[in-house]
């Protein structure tokens, strides 16, 4: 039990479509990143959000956009989906940097673009 | 960018067997995480490491900071084992998941 909370689990979307998916992090974690990983692959970085900004960001198109809340949650939109974009996409969460603490990730949410 | 290896890709054992995992990075880092990934996608966090070695259980992971490579070790391997295996070495400065590199993972499957 990592407590960090992905929805939905699965979900399928059409070419074109607009995405949000969400991530619940235990309290005092401020610190959240996002990961997209394709079948077979590692994960890729998407960004991250420290206190509500973001402070680092992946190679990913601006359609990929993302908010961190007070409450520490966080969501992951994506516009205009395309086909490429069907994959995991994992968020995980750490009290203070990744220099210095174990990282604790949610279970995923699998993304389907038809 | 930081070059990531790991091997074996896939690695089928007996139960009981000893399992090394090796890594490989082609840029100097600060810090190396260990990941376990089963099927239906959740990670765990095995260990995060910056020098030396760490032991948790029968897990064991070691990493040489000069050489550019880490390894995890899994002594009496059991079925409940059998998962993906990812290191993620940690490069750059500030703290930002943007210096974590994954590596594609190790597969493995531990035979009763």
């Known amino acids: 039990e990592t407590g960090v909370t992905q929805s939905p689990t699965h979900l399928i979307k059409t070419r074109g479509q607009q995405v949000t998916l969400r991530c619940s992090s235990q309290s005092g974690h401020n610190t959240v990143s996002w990961y997209q990983q394709a079948l077979g692959q590692g994960p890729q970085f998407i960004f991250q959000?420290?206190?509500?900004?973001?402070?680092g960001r992946g190679n990913f198109p601006p359609r990929f956009s993302g908010l961190q809340f007070p409450n520490y949650s966080s969501e992951l939109n994506v516009n205009a989906l395309e086909l490429d974009d069907s994959a995991l996409y994992l968020c995980?969460?750490?009290?203070?940097?990744?220099?210095?603490?174990?990282?604790?990730f949610g279970n995923g949410t699998r993304l389907t673009v038809t | 960018k930081n070059e990531v290896e790991q091997s074996p890709q896939n690695l089928t054992a007996q139960e009981g067997e000893f399992i090394t995992i090796n890594c490989s990075y082609s840029?100097?880092?600060?810090?190396l995480h260990w990941l376990q990934q089963h099927p239906g996608g959740g990670i765990v966090s095995l260990f995060m490491?910056?020098?030396g070695k760490k032991k948790h259980g029968r897990l064991i992971a070691t990493i040489n900071i000069q050489e550019k490579h880490s390894s995890l070790h899994i002594t009496a391997s059991h079925p409940r084992d059998s998962a993906v295996y990812i290191c993620?070495?940690?490069?750059?400065?500030?703290?930002?998941?943007?210096?974590?590199?994954f590596g594609k993972g190790t597969h493995l499957i531990i035979q009763p």
């Open positions: 959000y420290y206190r509500e900004e973001e402070n």
């Open positions: 993620a070495p940690l490069s750059g400065s500030g703290g930002g998941a943007d210096g974590l590199t």
């Open positions: 995980a969460s750490a009290p203070g940097t990744y220099y210095t603490s174990p990282l604790h």
């Open positions: 490491l910056s020098s």
């Open positions: 840029v100097g880092i600060s810090a």
